[in-house]
């Protein structure tokens, strides 16, 4: 049971603002409020037809709701606000993902393996900004997530997991993404993460026109970031995170994108 409380208040994971990916759940009839805030910026797109060199910066909030009805199933919503160089402070996106757990290391299995399907409601004004990485105007996903703690006395002390995803918008061709962490805790009190996100699409364009841009649906898109995450428990009041994210690789897609964000995690039951 303590177990069990302590994975779910370290689970939330900022890994560009998505839903839940990692594959342990929280606690039954246990929620999860998850408020975060991200400073991005570029100066340039990789294959910009005309080039394209100027400061773009994004301002995104995001509000995430986690809920487990029972050991094995879990339901994740998520709302995003945005503020960018294209888009004035808005509504972006909003997703609901539902996820099974088919086996469980924290009750003794080998690994934790845990299966879901995702859809994602994109706003239009935002599908129109290269900085937004939604596809289309709805964006659904079947993913997988598999990962293994390594104890020290009652809890966890290291963890790895990686999560797969291959997906489809309302148009335009798939994708595939992947992520992939390694991660410390010390004293259920200070954890650290070193993570890698990435993403290829099969669209058949590989040039973008910024100014009139209309999602990745139809855009061979390849990117790659590596980020480090550090985060405090503060008592019950949750647990406050800090990250930094960097774009090592990038193909049709924003390029040596900086990514600087502050979370809070609280879990709460009614």
């Known amino acids: 049971m303590i177990r069990r409380w302590i994975a ?16 342990w759940f929280g606690e039954v009839f246990e929620f999860h409020f998850l408020q975060s805030y991200s400073y991005s910026w570029f100066s340039s797109v990789q294959n910009a037809r005309p080039p394209y060199h100027h400061f773009f910066y994004d301002n995104l909030l995001y509000s995430g709701l986690e809920f487990s009805p029972s050991p094995e199933w879990d339901v994740d919503l998520d709302l995003q606000f945005v503020d960018t160089t294209k888009v004035n ?3 972006r996106t909003l997703a609901l993902q539902t996820r099974y757990l088919w086996i469980d290391d924290i009750i003794g299995d080998p690994v934790s393996f845990a299966t879901g399907v995702s859809a994602r ?6 599908l129109k ?5 939604s596809h289309g105007n709805v964006d659904f996903e079947l993913n997988f997530s598999l990962g293994k703690e390594f104890d020290a006395s009652d809890t966890w002390r290291f963890r790895a997991w990686i ?3 291959v997906g ?14 390694l991660e410390m805790n010390r004293e259920d009190l200070h954890k650290w993460a070193i993570y890698a996100v990435g993403i290829n699409g099969y669209g058949r364009h590989t040039h973008i026109d910024v100014d009139h841009f209309s999602g990745y649906a139809k855009v061979r898109e390849k990117a790659i970031d590596v980020g480090i995450r550090y985060g405090y428990r503060v008592g019950v ?3 406050v995170r800090a990250e930094y994210l960097r774009r090592v690789l990038a193909k049709s ?10 979370s809070w995690l609280l879990p709460f039951s009614l």
């Open 8 to 23: 779910a208040f370290l689970t939330m994971s900022g890994l560009g603002f998505a839903i839940e990916v990692q594959p």
């Open 89 to 91: 402070f808005n509504f």
């Open 121 to 126: 409601l994109t706003a239009p004004s935002s």
């Open 129 to 133: 900004d290269v900085s937004c990485p």
């Open 163 to 165: 999560f797969g995803a």
């Open 168 to 181: 489809h918008a309302n148009l335009g061709a798939p994708w595939v993404r992947a992520i992939a962490s």
């Open 237 to 239: 009041w949750g647990t």
């Open 253 to 262: 897609a924003p390029q040596n994108v900086n990514n600087i964000m502050l």
